[in-house]
């Protein structure tokens, strides 16, 4: 099964186990095998990686994965052990 932009996501605030910023994930996702060049592309002034790291935290906290603890900032609610 390959991974998707969810699993991934998920996946690094899994790991650091801490709270992160849409900026720390959106990083965190610049050099993960799912970003192709389209994704740096400017959309409304920012690149579409920002865009779809947004859109799939709305995703993973309305599931219950993660959730919101301030403005911008996200932590996992599982554990990865």
Do not use: F
Not at 3 to 11: F, G, L, P, S
Not at 15 to 27: A, G, L, P, Y
Not at 43 to 48: A, I, K, L, M, V
């Amino acid at each position: 099964m390959s991974e998707t932009w969810e699993t991934a996501v998920a996946k690094i605030l899994a790991e650091r186990k801490k709270i992160m910023s849409v900026q720390e994930i959106c990083s965190a996702m610049k050099n993960h095998p799912l970003v192709k060049p389209h994704h740096n592309e400017l959309w409304g002034g920012q690149p579409n990686l920002d865009h779809l790291v947004r859109s799939t935290l709305a995703k993973l906290k309305r599931k219950g994965v993660i959730r919101r603890v301030g403005h911008g900032l996200y932590i996992s609610n599982r554990d990865t052990t």
